[in-house]
């Protein structure tokens, strides 16, 4: 047990301060840096025998001795034979301009050049690149949401409801978002709609989904010990709704929220790529595989990843202030 002057020794306070922060940097932030670590290395050990055959061809170009020395054999040869007969000529997996797995620095580097350096109008900008696709996703995310809060609200109130449109919205997810986005663009520029609300739809179809049924659940998620305390107390169904069933309701939305704010961002990007479009996350995508800049493609994808993580943890921040004002304790 701490005695008393233990506590009001010179230090003990800032002590036990450094062990709780120390505590949570090994609980917290060790474990993610192992595997951000870990995922570095076997990235660059896969690079050696992704690019093996590029680089020995420049190699060679440049003069340097490779085996086998006929281009022909090389073609037949396996990567990881490749690179057991050639260990002096791996350095330039890590360099080549349009490598078929470029290595780590390769796209931080690009992510630097076209976020830091480029000016966010210029459409060299993943920043210019990655608002046009933020702009489709939130508009999308808003009208998905809303239209599965409505749905979960007459699905849950209404039997006729829940025994028709619930089980065709399960259906609609079974239709690979591949397969409709370019249906969806198609029938909207007949009736004149492009740009920005084909792209909105297409999250929106994909956002709407984990809305519904996570609502539904916590709509429904009230014991039935408290719903016979609300009848005693003579509630009308708008009180139970409003004083009960919307506040339980409230962690299942926001989980459904993290989900369906990366599932509308995949639906922006998916419905720019039917369309050829010059601007947005899913355009640079394509003209990187038009043109084999795998550099580009990957910096692309980073950039959508981390889009949706910031979309995510701010979601997960407004998450907690509401609980915890809410009295959750979280």
Known sequence: ??????????????????????????????????????????????????????????????????????????????????????????????????????????????????????????????????????????????????????????????????????????????????????????????IGLQGLIPKALISAYLSFFPVVVSMVAGLRSPAASQMDLMHTYSATGGQVFRKLRLPASVPYLFAALKVGIAASLIGAIVGELPTGASEGLGARLLAGSYYGQTVQIWSALFAAAILAAAMVGLIGLIERLTLRRMGFGR
């Open 1 to 190: 047990m701490t005695s008393v002057t233990e506590i009001a020794a010179p230090g003990a306070g800032a002590g036990r301060t450094g062990l709780r922060a120390w505590r949570w940097v090994r609980l917290r932030v060790l474990p993610i840096l192992a595997v951000v670590l870990g995922i570095v290395v076997v990235w660059y050990t896969a690079c050696v025998p992704m690019n093996v055959k590029e680089t020995l061809t420049f190699a060679e170009r440049a003069g340097a001795e490779v085996e086998p020395a006929s281009p022909a054999e090389r073609r037949d040869m396996g990567r990881v034979a490749l690179v057991l007969a050639n260990p002096g000529q791996l350095g330039g997996s890590f360099a080549l301009d349009r490598p078929r797995l470029p290595a780590p620095h390769q796209v931080v580097a690009e992510l630097w050049e076209t976020t830091v350096e480029t000016r966010p109008t210029s459409k060299r900008s993943l920043v210019y690149h990655g608002w046009v696709t933020l702009s489709a996703t939130l508009l999308g995310f808003g009208i998905g949401t809303a239209l599965g809060v409505l749905l979960a609200v007459g699905i849950v109130h209404d039997r006729a409801m829940d025994m028709s449109v619930l089980p065709w919205a399960i259906a609609s997810q079974t239709i690979p978002i591949l397969a409709i986005a370019p249906m969806i663009i198609v029938v909207l520029n007949s």
